[in-house]
């Protein structure tokens, strides 16, 4: 990889994580999703209805006992509920509750809102190629995590 490539890579992370720092610090954001470690497990299984508990870990990259412990407070405030695999029985799947969608509506009206300033309409096809790019960027390095390099 070249110097201009590295540095256009670099300022690409640096800008997604500038724009994350506000979205999580609004007081919107703040009020309806929990610590940001609950806030990214559920946000994860909202996008991800029936996944596994593995999947969902390696997903947010968080370590099993941090990503336990969330997945346990979230099913202690209702957010998530536990079914076991009709397929296997050893394993759990993951599913956001009707409480969790209400407080994720909440959560989308309110970052919606807080993004409905910072972005014109006319920068609408903008959006579409950022939102296809980041989920591209995101299944890769998810696959990448996967994959161990």
Do not use: C
Request: aromatic share 4%; hydrophobic share 40%; proline share 3%.
């Amino acid at each position: 990889m070249d110097e201009e490539q590295t540095s256009r890579l670099f300022e690409l992370a640096d800008l997604i994580l500038a724009v994350g720092r506000h979205i999580q610090a609004s007081k919107e954001a703040a009020a309806e999703s929990g610590t940001p470690m609950e806030g990214a497990v559920m946000r994860y299984i909202d996008r991800h209805p029936g996944t596994t508990a593995s999947a969902a870990a390696e997903a947010t990259q968080l370590i099993s006992s941090n990503f336990s412990r969330a997945v346990r407070n979230l099913e202690k405030a209702g957010y998530i509920r536990r079914d076991v695999d009709p397929q296997d029985a050893r394993r759990v799947l993951l599913f956001p509750t009707d409480k969790a969608q209400e407080n994720l509506q909440r959560l989308r009206t309110a970052w919606s809102h807080l993004m409905e300033g910072a972005v014109t309409d006319s920068e609408e096809a903008e959006i579409d190629a950022a939102i296809s790019t980041l989920r591209n960027i995101e299944a890769r390095l998810v696959a990448r995590t996967r994959g161990g390099s």
